[in-house]
């Protein structure tokens, strides 16, 4: 069965600060990648997604993440984080097959401080 | 943007009661739903996946004549937490796949949740 695992359970960065969470997942086969973003009381929303390519990939507000097949990662990266980006990061994979089912990671919460 | 409502948002019931709590696409057609239960400071888990027009396909451990699901039309799923227990309080979210989409993967867009405590 596929597994997330997100390394930082509680981040809390100055603004301006460089910002790196951790993902690794396990399964074999083809995936697709994704990290997730929950601001304070809103819905879960993509703010990337790899699914073959160039893995280094560049989503939303300033992120991007890089794939490293060989290390079963996928890690997010903000060269400069705001205060705005406070909220919950999940990283996400699902097989490329069937219904696509996403598995999630256990979350990493970020707090920035102005 | 895919819009994905869920209503209620937050609903409050006595132990024995059922509740049933919608997922609606707004401007898209979803034949795939998914139901997910997110604990406290805890990560989301797939609770079924929901298919237009057949019977929902759930995860392991979860128990299909407790969680009720109905996919009626391309728009509308719903979950029905049955006798209702505390234990069953939790925050449920539902996602929908984009049925036009051409991609080889259909991104699910998710809702804002509803937040169900039993009493």
């Known amino acids: 069965a596929q597994s997330v695992s997100q390394h930082n359970h509680h981040v809390i960065l100055s603004e301006a600060a460089s910002l790196e969470l951790g993902c690794n997942y396990s399964y074999g086969g083809t995936v697709n990648l994704f990290w997730y973003v929950q601001y304070p009381g809103q819905h879960l929303q993509l703010l990337l997604k790899y699914f073959s390519g160039d893995p280094l990939v560049k989503g939303i507000k300033g992120f991007e993440a890089e794939f490293i097949k060989s290390k079963f990662s996928f890690n997010l990266r903000k060269p400069s984080v705001q205060w705005s980006d406070t909220a919950e990061y999940f990283c996400?994979?699902?097989?490329?097959?069937?219904?696509?089912?996403?598995?999630f990671g256990t979350g990493t919460r970020l707090l920035v401080s102005p | 943007g895919a819009v994905v409502s869920q209503h209620p948002s937050r609903v409050i019931c006595k132990s024995g009661t059922s509740v049933k709590i919608e997922c609606r696409s707004l401007d898209f057609q979803a034949t795939t739903m998914f139901w997910y239960r997110q604990f406290p400071k805890q990560s989301l888990m797939l609770m079924a996946t929901s298919n237009e027009g057949s019977k929902a396909t759930y995860e392991q451990g979860v128990e299909k004549d407790k969680f009720l699901i109905n996919h009626a039309s391309l728009t509308l799923s719903t979950l029905t937490v049955t006798s209702a227990h505390p234990e069953d309080s939790s925050f449920y979210i539902c996602?929908?796949?984009?049925?036009?989409?051409?991609?080889?993967?259909?991104?699910?867009?998710f809702g804002p949740g509803t937040r169900l405590t039993v009493l």
């Open positions: 996400a994979v699902s097989r490329n097959t069937g219904f696509q089912k996403l598995v």
């Open positions: 996602s929908a796949r984009d049925r036009g989409a051409t991609r080889s993967y259909n991104e699910q867009f």
